[in-house]
Structures are given as C-alpha cells and as structure tokens.
C-alpha cells in the first residue's frame, strides 16, 4: 500500500523529509490509515494499525532544529521487520476507540454544530451523509444555518477545472465569515472530497482558514481531526487513500429526510485510467462492499418509506464482491465485458457481479425503483442488460458516457472501445431492452482532437439522439496519463465552439426524442408535493425525466370510482401532455403500482377501445 503525505518545505530538511516519508511509506501495511498534523515547525505523524481485532495507536514526531537533526526515533531494518508479523489482540470491539475515549474539544460557541455545502456528484452527496453519520455519532448536531455552525464542511469535487474555481471562491468568502465571527477561532472549516486528496498542500499554504482536509477514505477520522484543530492554526490533515475502505458498517444519514429518494454505494474508486480522468488518482483504486451490507442497507430504507435507491460508484456496474465464494454466472457463460471491449488491466475473475447484485436488490421490495450511476460502457455484459429489461422495478434508463464519437480520440482517451463497438453497444441495448432512456457524457477539445474528429462527436449525437446529456469542454488535470504524457494543444476558443456546436445538436435533437412520449401514459414518483407553480406536484417517470402534473384528487386505481390525495412518494399513471426543455407535462390519471401499471395500462386501453366501439 503506497502512503501519500505532505510536507511543507520550510520545516523539514532533506534527511528529516527522507525519514518521514520512509516511515509512511514501508512501515504501513494495507490496513493502515495514516494522518499529518502541521503546526509551525513541527509535524506529528499518527499511524492506526487496524487488523479484524486489532486496534493500536502510536505516535511519533519530528522536529527541526537549527544545524543538529535528531533521527533517534527513526525505525531501522529490524522495526519494519517485526512490525511484518501483526499482532492481534482481542478487545472488545462495542468500546470506545482510544482516540476518542479522551477526547477534549474546545467549548464551542453553539454546541458542537455542524453545517455542510455539498459540491459535484450524487457520490459526494452520499460521502457527505456518511461523514454526518460519523460526526453525529460522536456528539455533533446538523445546522441549515451557517451563521450557527462550529464546523463547516465543504464535500469537494475535482473532476474539472470549473468544479475546483468554485470551491477556491467559497473558501474566500468563508474565510472573511470567519474573520468576522464572534468566537475566535471559529468556525471550523473543512475540505472533505476529491479536491482534498488532489490539493491538499495548496490549500494548506493558499488558504489559511482551513483546518481539516480529509480524503474521500478518511471520514472515519473526523472526529480526530476536529480535536487536533485548535485554535492556534493547527491544520489537520488525512487524505490517505485505502485499498479496502467502503464504509460498509457505516449507515449514512440521509440529509433530506422527507425524500423518499435514497443514495447507496456498492463500491469505490476506479482502475480504468482513462487518461483524461482525475478519478484513481482522489478516489484510489475499485473495492466493492458486500452484497449482504447493500441488502441490509436497502431494507432499512424500505423499511423507511423510501421509494427509490441510486446505486452508486465510480464505475458502478464493474461491481465485484470477492467476499463471496462463489462465481458470477457472467463470467463463466459469456465473460465479463461487454461485446468488443477492453481494458487496460487485467481480467478480474472470482466473486459476485453487478448483474448478481441487480438481481437481488430487485427482490427485496418490488415496488422500490432501483437506478445505478455511473457506469462504464464496457461492463454491460448481455446479462446486466437482460435483468434491467426482466425486473419492473430496475429503471428503463441507462447512462451511457461516450466522451467522444472519434476512434482516434477514444483511443487517446483509453477508453478501450471504438466509435463502432460504442454504436453496438447502443443497438444491443436498445433491442433488449426496448424504450430504454440513454444519457451520456462528451468532452470537448480533448488533446489532439481534428476538426473531423469533432464532426464525428456531432454525428455520434444525430446517430444516438440521446434523451439528455452532460457536456462539458476538456480541461486538463494534474497527475493524469494525459497531463504526463500529452499536449493540450487545442486552444481555448476552439474548445468553447465546438462545446456549442455539440450543445446545439443536442437541443435540436431533444424536440424530436422526446415529442414521440407525448400522449402516452407513463408511471410516475411523486418526489414533491410543492413546487414554484402552485397546486402542481412534481414527480419522475422511470427514464428519469421530471413530470410536473396539477394536484388534485384521483382515482385510487384504474378501475375504481374513489378518489384519493396525491402525496410523495405515490405512484401516479400520468398522460403526458407537452415536452418543454428538460420535463414534462401531464394530466394524472389514477394511482398504480410498480407491480401493476402494466396490467393497468392493459385495462385502460380495453376501456378505452370499448368507448370508441
């Protein structure tokens, strides 16, 4: 396990940074979470060896003195040989863990608040609640309020340029807020997240009212860290990245309690290395959690009223659970990609796959709506693509993400495909699962990208006619294959056009996807009872579209003459009526079920065939 730390290059010298990163490096083992805490000229290193029944905590520091450096402390050959054989010892694992059983925090001015700011994907949303279930756990309260927070917590994101200038921004005005605050000292400003693991030196240096960075395997660690930030401008600091870290024992606290909508990580990280992409290098390297932990998680929420689970993870549907035994059917009759795709590393055999797992968070309530984001087109085996199409409750809706319609740039990419391999795919899965919604991803101005290349981006656009998609123009980042080994040689104002050019056939497309839903009757989640038109709820059909219908009374099923309230979290038949940009209209009929629409649908158009007759 390689060990990632930091250094400021004012404190240290050569010898001392040599030893200090020695020490992280060859003396942590796989189970090791490790920290940095800086404060002037010193920096304390705290190692938590973690075994199934371990759980020791030792630390060590290193000072800088004038002309004399003191290596005492440094481990030699025989230490990193004895700390090879772990100890294990048996505790009581329902006791408090060491680090927190003395704990002394600061007094704070309004009783351990905390107030979080949620940046980029659905996945940080989910990191956000995962970090509140942990701070809750140890004595803090949630604020809307920020004028009445203790800490703030900013859940970063880092996949583009635009995503980080917006978090630098804020950071500006939370330090003036915090100049500003009656307690000095206060409040406590955290960077959670991808930019965290990414810029955790800049923003120690640049910004100095930040006093937490923690990375996206690290929330664990929080309330320790939140100790060691005093008052005195002690910056602390955990961004290492684990190899088995998912968080599986840990049940999120949902932010929005009244949504009957719910997020649910089956796995993290990502080993694609797409050579534009930021991803392994701030969410490290895949792991998946255990069927068993989702199946649970997924019955606590159904047993909570909640309508709707997104299965989340870097790339979602290249889930494997290796603590199962067993092998996935998908390997053993058809492999585990889908058809003329490739990766970069090696074929991964062994435990339960994402159709496996699809199969049996299905099953546990038929009338919960199961979505999944982001996948990678390459783990679409037939099998993923027959479940979705068999289960009425798995959403007819798929996401996509092509980055480009060129075979010369996805090969720049490493995406592992072709423009005709991506076309494929599209068709295979269209024809198995008819009325499927396809959404996708396209970068712009990517390094070394023609004009014909572009073209070929805008007639993948016409070929697919997506229903939405998410455009951006490339911007390069750090530590990629791309930044190391390509020129971003497309200039700026090249980039912007042809983003337009791509938007504009996007627009010009949409009218005609969507016009051919209009008068068809489709099943509707009511997700709010209120919205910026009075008396109209707002809900989502199963292609992941927003409806917006008026509220009135209807009919409790489709052949009964009663009539009930439409609330959230009911299912709604709604007759679409008009397609404006990015929704749609509709007229609600009757209240259905997952299980039944089709039956109902069948009925109605009987009824209505006699009515004509």
């Not at 054989?85 to 408090?96: G, S």
């Not at 961004?239 to 796995?267: C, G, H, N, W």
């Not at 059917?329 to 590393?345: L, W």
């Not at 996805?410 to 391999?421: I, N, V």
Request: hydrophobic content about 35%.
């Amino acid at each position: 396990m390689k060990t990632f730390s930091i250094f400021r290059n004012h404190a240290f010298g050569k010898i001392q940074q040599r030893a200090f990163s020695t020490l992280l490096r060859d003396n942590i083992d796989r189970k090791t979470s490790a920290s940095c805490c800086i404060h002037g000229n010193h920096v304390t290193q705290t190692e938590c060896n973690i075994s199934s029944n371990n759980l020791q905590f030792w630390s060590r520091a290193f000072s800088s003195g004038t002309k004399k450096v003191d290596l005492s402390h440094v481990p030699d050959i025989k230490d990193f040989i004895k700390s090879s054989q772990p100890r294990i010892d048996h505790v009581n694992l329902d006791e408090v863990p060491p680090y927190l059983e003395n704990a002394v925090y600061a007094p704070p001015p309004n009783g351990k608040t905390v107030y979080f700011e949620m940046y980029g994907c659905q996945m940080n949303v989910n990191d956000g609640e995962y970090a509140w279930a942990i701070l809750k756990e140890a004595g803090y309260m949630k604020t809307t309020d920020i004028n009445m927070a203790d800490v703030i917590m900013l859940v970063t994101c880092s996949i583009r340029e635009k995503a980080e200038d917006k978090i630098w921004n804020r950071l500006k005005q939370l330090k003036s807020h915090k100049q500003n605050y009656h307690t000095p000292g206060y409040p406590k400003i955290g960077i959670l997240g991808c930019m965290a693991e990414r810029l955790k030196k800049k923003i120690v240096e640049k910004e100095k009212a930040v006093d937490i960075v923690a990375g996206p395997d690290a929330y664990r660690d929080l309330p320790r860290l939140l100790e060691r930030a005093t008052t005195d401008s002690t910056t602390a600091i955990n961004t290492m990245l684990s190899v088995d870290e998912t968080y599986a024992d840990i049940m999120p606290v949902r932010f929005d309690q009244e949504s009957k909508t719910a997020f649910v990580s089956i796995m993290r990280g990502c080993d694609n290395m797409c050579s534009y992409c930021i991803v392994p290098f701030t969410r490290g390297r895949e792991r998946s959690r255990p069927v068993t932990s989702i199946l649970e998680e997924i019955r606590i929420l159904s047993e909570q009223g909640i309508k709707q689970v997104n299965l989340l993870g870097q790339n979602v549907n290249s889930y494997r659970d290796l603590s199962e035994t067993q092998h996935s059917a998908v390997e053993v009759n058809t492999g585990n990609m889908s058809r003329g795709f490739k990766t970069i590393y090696k074929p991964k055999h062994g435990g339960l796959r994402f159709a496996d797992l699809l199969d049996k968070v299905s099953q546990v309530d038929p009338e919960m709506r199961i979505r999944f984001i982001s996948p990678h087109p390459k783990d679409f085996p037939d099998e993923v693509l027959q479940i979705i199409s068999e289960r009425e409750n798995i959403c007819k809706q798929i996401h996509l993400p092509a980055q480009s319609g060129s075979s010369n740039v996805l090969k720049l990419m490493r995406r592992g495909h072709t423009r005709e391999d991506y076309l494929n795919l599209v068709e295979r899965i269209r024809t198995l699962i008819p009325g499927v919604v396809l959404s996708t991803d396209i970068i712009s101005g990517f390094c070394g990208e023609t004009d014909s290349d572009h073209e070929d981006t805008l007639s993948l656009m016409n070929l697919v006619k997506y229903e939405y998609a998410f455009l951006f123009k490339y911007s390069m980042r750090q530590k990629t294959h791309a930044y190391h080994k390509m020129n971003d040689d497309v200039p700026e104002e090249i980039k912007s056009q042809r983003l337009q050019e791509v938007i504009q056939v996007y627009q010009d497309v949409l009218p005609t996807v969507h016009q051919k839903t209009v008068g068809k009757t489709l099943l509707v989640l009511i997700e709010k009872d209120k919205t910026k038109v009075p008396n109209t709820v707002q809900g989502r059909t199963d292609g992941n579209v927003k409806v917006f219908i008026p509220n009135y009374d209807v009919a409790s099923s489709v052949t009964s003459q009663n009539t009930r309230t439409v609330c959230t979290g009911d299912y709604i038949a709604v007759e679409v009526t008009s397609y404006k940009p990015n929704s749609y209209r509709g007229i609600p009929l009757y209240h259905s079920s997952v299980r039944s629409f089709r039956v109902d649908e069948q009925k109605q158009r009987s009824e209505k065939l006699k009515s004509a007759v």
